[in-house]
């Protein structure tokens, strides 16, 4: 049973490492600026909302089109530069062939033709959902996505006094998980 006990703290350990590193090295959605890479079709795109540190996404229709969901519950097709709002665009890093774009491309329009991507709420259904539903084929929350790490609970899963490192750093940990359900 000790033996179990501290394989499952190696594992979340390891996890843990892996999460700050990727932190680190911004390994799941580095921005590119538009003027070093065209958004083409498919591509998930961002820019920062004004007054504050997140951002809202959108996906690529063509080179000069993009359809997003807004606080208003519409799915909105719109020109790049009326995405843009004065702000720079990044490009998410996009993985997959251009059949794959195709497909993302295809789900963002299917939503934006019925208008159907439910009712908006910041926490549970925003633009970062609708994108990643689009890339991923499958209804999430960004609040699924991003779980919260404090050192408190990082250090009761481990087994180890955390508390003297501050909860600022982990918060940088927060957001990365991606897809992961810690």
């Given at each position: ?9 190696q594992v979340l350990l390891?996890?843990f490492i892996v999460l ?120 999430t929350t960004s609040m ?39």
């Amino acid at each position: 049973f000790q033996f179990m006990n501290w394989c499952i703290k190696q594992v979340l350990l390891t996890i843990f490492i892996v999460l700050i590193l990727c932190t680190v090295i911004g390994a799941f959605s580095e921005p590119m600026e538009t003027d070093a890479v065209n958004p083409n079709r498919g591509f998930q795109i961002c820019r920062q909302i004004l007054g504050t540190k997140h951002d809202h996404h959108g996906i690529c229709v063509d080179t000069d089109h993009v359809i997003s969901f807004y606080d208003d519950s519409s799915v909105k097709r719109e020109t790049l530069k009326q995405f843009a709002q004065g702000k720079k665009i990044h490009v998410l890093k996009c993985s997959g062939d251009s059949k794959t774009r195709e497909t993302i491309a295809q789900r963002a329009e299917l939503c934006y033709y019925n208008q159907d991507f439910g009712t908006y709420n910041v926490a549970f259904n925003n633009c970062e959902d609708f994108a990643n539903y689009c890339v991923n084929g499958f209804r999430t929350t960004s609040m699924q996505s991003t779980k919260t790490i404090s050192a408190a609970s990082i250090g009761a899963l481990l087994g180890y006094n955390l508390q003297g490192l501050g909860g600022a750093f982990f918060g940088a940990v927060t957001g990365v998980a991606g897809n992961m359900y810690l």
